[in-house]
T-cell receptor, first 112, second 118 residues
């Protein structure tokens, strides 16, 4: 049973570029959340998708957008990258109505 | 405002000893959930234990137990019989009640780095 998978594992971009990160949830899960974890900090909630719609959003600018597909997989897009966007981006999946979140290993994004 | 506070940036414990990682939280809601996650160097956040605010018994999962003191708003993680593989970052998190604008996010603390020594 595959857990949450994220791709790519590492990414290097330059300021102003755009990036797309991908996430496949754990089998049977229908809800996907994205978190940003800066170095030395706890993860910060970006948004959550359920039934292909953004259900809740954290304190992140509109440069951060996402999508959920009919197969429940999800993408996180970040436009006009800033140096401060360098972080580990974690995807988490869950089954609606349950408490436990399963996280992937993340995508390490470096913005130069 | 910080909703989850972990005051121990780093902790050491000897193998086979027990260790307590502190977590205090801030909420005005009566219904909420508390979580502990482990993050090894690989980056993946691994779920350890969950405590609902209305649960009367402290949660336990194998060697992990959660010392829940509601009046003090604390949710400390106790790891018994530490193993070398327990060395990792540990994060406390809280989920507040579902509403039209919140409740689906976990609010994480800054974490505690645990090092288990032989």
């Amino acid at each position: 049973d595959a857990g949450v998978t994220q791709s790519p594992t590492h990414l290097i971009k330059t300021r102003g570029q755009q990036v797309t990160l991908r996430c496949s949830p754990k089998s049977g899960h229908d809800t996907v959340s994205w978190y940003q974890q800066a170095l030395g900090q706890g993860p910060q909630f970006i948004f959550q998708y359920y039934e292909e719609e953004e259900r809740q959003r954290g304190n992140f600018p509109d440069r951060f957008s996402g999508h959920q597909f009919p197969n429940y997989s999800s993408e996180l897009n970040v436009n006009a990258l800033l140096l401060g966007d360098s972080a580990l981006y974690l995807c988490a999946s869950s089954l609606e109505g349950t408490e436990k979140l399963f996280f992937g290993s993340g995508t390490q994004l470096s913005v130069l | 405002a910080q909703k989850i506070t972990q005051t121990q940036p780093g902790m050491f414990v000897q193998e086979k000893e027990a260790v307590t990682l502190d977590c205090t939280y801030d909420t005005s809601d009566q219904s909420y959930g508390l979580f502990w996650y482990k993050q090894p160097s690989s980056g993946e956040m691994i779920f350890l234990i969950y405590q609902g605010s209305y649960d009367e018994q402290n949660a336990t999962e194998g060697r992990y137990s959660l010392n829940f003191q509601k009046a003090r708003k604390s949710a400390n993680l106790v790891i018994s019989a530490s193993q070398l593989g327990d060395s990792a970052m540990y994060f406390c998190a809280m989920r507040e009640p579902y509403s039209s604008n919140s409740g689906y996010a976990l609010n994480f603390g800054k974490g505690t780095s645990l090092l288990v020594t032989p």
